[in-house]
């Protein structure tokens, strides 16, 4: 199995939380009691994504995601394009795990930031630098919403299996 397939199914797997091995609006339920605000915003916003992917992905129409129908419409919609032609669900991903990143909405994540969005997500901070230096395509000490574009085309399509991807897998997290 291709490194860009075994991440997909990785990732399927966080948001599957129920366990059934499809992805369903039970899933997205959301869990308010004990949690910030900054975690009930995060977890709305995963709900929002997760259904505009099921919407999107789901090729039976009914309701719910299956693997093979993640896998499929991954492969049908960013295998062999560019970053720039993310389907629409992918691109409002990226934009909502910048928004969490970017507390101070500079417009700018700075390694401080990206550990600290880590660590909020329950992530290990192991790596993180490494991971950011990834990240950061111009190699100028921040990153900028193009950089997690490409990072998330490359999460989604990269045959290497060094592809950073904590930093995806923390914003559906905790």
């Given amino acids: ?11 399927f797997d966080l948001i599957d939380t ?11 339920a959301p869990r308010s009691e004990g949690q910030s605000a900054e975690q009930v915003q995060r977890g709305e916003a995963v709900g929002r994504i ?7 992905s789901d ?9 093979d129908e993640m896998l499929h419409w991954v492969e049908r919609t960013m295998v062999g394009k560019t970053p720039e032609t993310l389907p629409d669900p992918v691109k409002n ?8 990143m970017d507390a101070d909405g500079s417009g700018k994540v700075g390694k401080a930031e990206f550990e600290k969005y880590l660590k909020a997500r329950n992530s290990s901070s192991a790596g993180a630098v ?11 000490g921040t990153l900028v919403r193009s950089d997690i ?3 998330i085309f490359r999460f989604f399509t990269a045959p290497e299996s060094d592809c950073p991807q904590q930093w995806l897998r923390a914003f559906f997290k905790a």
Wanted: charge should be negative.
């Fill in 93 to 100: 991903l990226a934009r909502a795990v910048f928004a969490f």
């Fill in 149 to 151: 574009d490409k990072a």
């Fill in 18 to 28: 129920s366990r059934s091995g499809f992805v369903d609006p039970g899933d997205l």
């Fill in 130 to 140: 490494e991971e950011f230096a990834k990240l950061d395509g111009d190699g100028d």
């Fill in 59 to 67: 090729s039976n129409k009914d309701g719910k995601l299956s693997k």
């Fill in 50 to 56: 997760v259904t505009e992917i099921i919407r999107s």
């Fill in 1 to 11: 199995m291709g490194a860009y397939k075994q991440r997909v199914l990785e990732l």
